[in-house]
């Protein structure tokens, strides 16, 4: 049987240390690859134009465009990367607002170690499913 390639992903925040402790853990899985890191909404948008990763996680808060912005723009560039925001935002208007755009998934900051990586491969496993790129 052939073995499926890991999962593409690319991580935005613009804090460092969260970027570095949640790459950290997402390299940890043997089925996943951080292909890149970017800092805000402009670059997480040319990233995902120019690498179309499988799995985006984003977080809202950042300088230049946030997170629910750089989401609206990566989804006319790159349609086919799911997304998975990050965030430290508990509220719901901002989590609707976030799955209306399409979003696959919505991990609160607090619970990163617990949920990031099932949420992104949940994301990932409905961007390869056949017929759905």
């Known amino acids: 049987m052939p073995h499926a ?4 992903i690319v991580v935005v925040d613009d804090h ?3 970027r570095r402790a949640v790459c950290s853990l997402l390299r940890s899985q043997p089925d996943f690859e951080v292909t890149c890191e970017a800092a ?4 997480a948008i040319q990233k995902a134009q120019e690498l179309r990763p499988d799995v985006i996680v984003l977080d809202i808060s950042m300088p230049e465009l946030n997170g629910l912005q750089a ?3 990566i ?3 790159a349609p086919e990367s799911e997304i998975v925001f990050l965030s430290q935002h ?4 901002i989590i609707h607002e976030a799955l209306a755009i399409g979003a696959r ?5 607090s ?7 099932d949420a992104v491969r949940a994301a990932g496993q409905i961007r390869t499913l056949p017929g759905s790129s």
Do not use: M, N, T
């Open 5 to 8: 390639a890991p999962l593409r």
């Open 16 to 18: 460092v240390a969260v």
């Open 40 to 43: 805000d909404g402009l670059e």
């Open 71 to 73: 989401a609206r723009q």
């Open 75 to 77: 989804r006319q560039v």
């Open 90 to 93: 508990r509220a719901s208007d």
């Open 105 to 109: 998934g919505y991990v609160c900051k």
């Open 111 to 117: 619970h990163i170690a617990s949920d990031l990586v």
